[in-house]
């Protein structure tokens, strides 16, 4: 039985509505819960998002095979299209904006659920060395290494205040 596209593509608009929803407000649920034990906030925020992703899957993978997220679409259709298997390209253009639409719907719905305005500038500064997991080598002809593999990345300079 094939679904139409239109059908399939709400189904990832809805999903990934839901997993972004499920996810973002897990997060803020489990801030206000457990705000000073960060390692509980992510356990909490972990199995609620495992919850929801199986329940997702369960719900919307018989309609659009659960994707919720355009690199699994993208993928999916890398690796049916010589077989004739997988997404179309019409079909990963409608999933691809489906789910970044969903995406956005689902991380305001989360916000406005904890009594947050739908869209805010963060004024979160994060600047943390464990944010720079890779960095570019300069090229070859401007240090001792010559491989133009990334390397390990220094951890950035404070800046001043």
Do not use: K
């Amino acid at each position: 039985m094939s679904l139409t596209l239109t059908r399939r593509a709400s189904a990832e608009f809805a999903g990934t509505a839901l997993l972004v929803a499920a996810v973002v407000g897990s997060g803020i649920a489990a801030a206000r819960l457990s705000p000073t034990d960060v390692g509980l906030q992510l356990l909490e925020n972990a199995i609620a998002t495992a919850l929801a992703l199986g329940a997702l899957i369960l719900t919307f993978g018989p309609v659009s095979g659960a994707h919720f997220n355009p690199i699994v679409s993208a993928v999916d259709w890398w690796h049916g299209r010589r077989a004739g298997a997988g997404l179309a390209v019409r079909e990963l253009a409608a999933y691809t904006a489906a789910q970044i639409g969903g995406a956005i719907t689902g991380a305001a719905l989360a916000d406005l659920m904890f009594g947050l305005p739908a869209v805010a500038w963060s004024r979160t500064d994060r600047t943390g060395g464990n944010l720079w997991l890779l960095r570019c080598s300069p090229p070859p002809a401007w240090s001792s290494s010559s491989s133009p593999l990334p390397e390990a990345a220094a951890p950035p300079q404070p800046r001043p205040r």
